[in-house]
């Protein structure tokens, strides 16, 4: 990929983290980005599971966005290209979600609404190392306190949920209150990706 090309994808990327950051669709968007460790590459198509590969090997990146502006498909097909990736190799060591300017809007329920939230400018595939998620979903399923108080008294309490679920939920929230800015935040920036150089 000619190297100025990768750089613009690169910044596109970074573009679309901060609108992430700026609604909250992510907790850990912000504090990544603040720490450095949002790592972000772009490649062909061809080289996607060699960027994974770099991803994995570099300790401080937690959450990797490999950008691949020549792709020319749809979300589905997108979504088969990430199957493929997890079903190699790599797939035991990340785990991959796919990102595509095309997705609709379906707000049914929390679980549709997310590839409508992940309209980056770009196609793109974001990795996590397993470990990296098996640790959050251990963190976000603690019981809180005074959760754990009301169960030693012998009271029901609720179950706790995966907190994908909770994520997906509060986004579904925050498209009810702010679709409008949210909207015009991910159009407006799709729209200037296409009108700038590939």
Partial sequence: ?????????????????????????????????????????????????????RFAATPAAVVGLVVVPGFTGTLAALRRLRGELCERPIGRTVALAEFHPDAPLDDASAQ??????????????????????????????????????AVLAGHPVPPVRDIGDQIADANLATLRRDGAALAAALDALISQRRASPP
């Avoid at 750089?7 to 907790?27: G, H, M, T």
């Avoid at 399923?141 to 754990?148: F, G, I």
Wanted: with cysteine; charged share 25%.
């Fill in 1 to 53: 990929m000619d190297a100025d090309a990768g750089a613009r994808a690169c910044e596109w990327a970074r573009r679309y983290v901060d609108v992430v950051a700026r609604f909250d669709l992510c907790p850990w968007a912000a504090p990544a980005l603040a720490k450095g460790e949002v790592w972000i590459t772009a490649c062909d198509q061809a080289d996607l599971e060699d960027a994974l590969a």
């Fill in 112 to 149: 549709r609404l997310i590839p409508y939230l992940r309209r980056s400018p770009d196609p793109m595939l974001q990795a996590v190392r397993h470990e990296t998620l098996a640790h959050l979903r251990r963190g976000g399923t603690t019981m809180a306190a005074e959760l754990q108080a």
